[in-house]
């Protein structure tokens, strides 16, 4: 007769190596580009990363703290588009906020694992398209 075992098996968790730097280095460089040149692609890549990240952290309570922190860093870079798309430098009013962004992305991605990485991907690519298909109706 087979003993019948309560314990339920966890999840695997995948620690974020490559992508983790892969991530925070192109939010770091993206930053840079903004902070000395009105880049519309600089603009994409950290807005993409912004996406991914606020995908990840938007109903879970461990990154409280840092989500009140993004949102701000968020509505600064949506203010900046306007700003970017007309080749104007960016005010300091507008980089602080993003850089302490870029600074969270830092923090949080340490605690992501390589599921949660990339299902918040391919959710933040199902928001853009959904909003691309709702814009073209």
């Known amino acids: 007769m ?3 075992s309560n314990r339920t098996p966890r999840p695997i968790k995948i620690p974020l190596t490559r992508f983790r730097s892969d991530a925070a280095l192109n939010a770091r460089l993206a930053y840079d580009t903004l902070k000395h040149t009105p880049d519309l692609d600089a603009y994409n890549r950290l807005v ?7 995908v990840a952290v938007l109903n879970d ?3 409280a ?3 009140s922190v993004y949102g701000g860093a ?7 588009r306007q700003l970017i798309a007309a080749r104007v430098q960016l005010p300091a009013r507008l980089l602080e906020p993003i850089r302490h962004g870029v600074n969270i992305i830092d923090e949080i ?3 992501l694992d390589l599921a949660q990485f990339r299902d918040s991907e ?3 690519v199902r928001a853009v398209i959904n909003i691309n298909r709702q814009g073209a109706n």
Do not use: Q
């Not at 968020?74 to 900046?80: F, Q, S, V």
């Open 74 to 80: 968020t509505r600064a870079l949506d203010e900046a």
């Open 2 to 4: 087979r003993k019948r």
């Open 109 to 111: 991605l340490p605690r």
């Open 65 to 67: 703290r840092e989500h």
């Open 61 to 63: 309570p461990r990154f």
């Open 122 to 124: 391919l959710a933040a």
């Open 48 to 54: 993409d990363t912004f996406n991914i990240i606020s």
